[in-house]
């Protein structure tokens, strides 16, 4: 009991040493719902295991789907997965099956593009799925069957940016009966109509440190969370190039131009 109870007091320590030094004054409640996220989960914002993103007076805090896998290969019961995007446009299915050695058969989960496509106000794909349709969709289909696959681990955990829609619409999702179990507001605050949407440059921005947060690290990754702290479109979307250019240069940029 004093080791848990020691886990939770550094994670808490954690959190609150990330929030200061990335200088984010976020309202009480979204700071003590981060705080209380990172504590229950033992989440490491430095590593970017949680985050939150500011828009406006609001904030989403979210986690990256690696997470989930991590946590998943910690229990011992992971026996192996793969994950599949099968079709294209519209008609795009990712596939997932997961491995457990305690289970006698394997867990199987799929996602359809029409369904977890992320669409601007005007009813646009936004941009990072208009690029890379398939891998946005894979990564829904990973965080999404990781949670159902290992409840007791990951239920109630944040999502990933991936699942937050930017239009006022509920995400399309089959784990509400998981959510049910934890606080409305600890995993995703509710939207108010209108102004309170994530823009377009702070969703890019933060799913492109999500798929390279092994290129971008360090201080490139701090002046990101401070873009993106910010709230200020300018910031961010001067930001999103700067991650790109720095990205191209290292010759690992997958993105159009």
Known sequence: ???????????????????????MNLPQRYEAQFIELCKAYQLNPFKRECYAVGYGERWNIITGYEVYIKRAERTGKLDGWECAVEGSGNDMVAKLTIYRKDWQHPFHHFVLYREAVQRTKDGSVNSMWAKMGSFMLRKVCIAQGFRLCFPDELGGMPY??????????????????????????????????GDGQPTESAMRLDGILSEYSKFITGKPLELANEALASGDEAKIAAMVDRCVNYLKNCKVWKGAD
């Open 1 to 23: 009991m004093n080791e848990i109870k020691a886990v939770e007091a550094d994670s808490k320590a954690v959190a609150v040493e990330y929030l200061r030094s990335m200088g």
């Open 160 to 193: 990933t940016s991936d699942e937050l829609p930017e239009v006022n619409v509920t995400p399309q999702s089959e784990y509400h009966d998981y959510q049910a179990s934890a606080e409305p507001t600890a995993q995703r605050p509710q939207e108010a109509p």
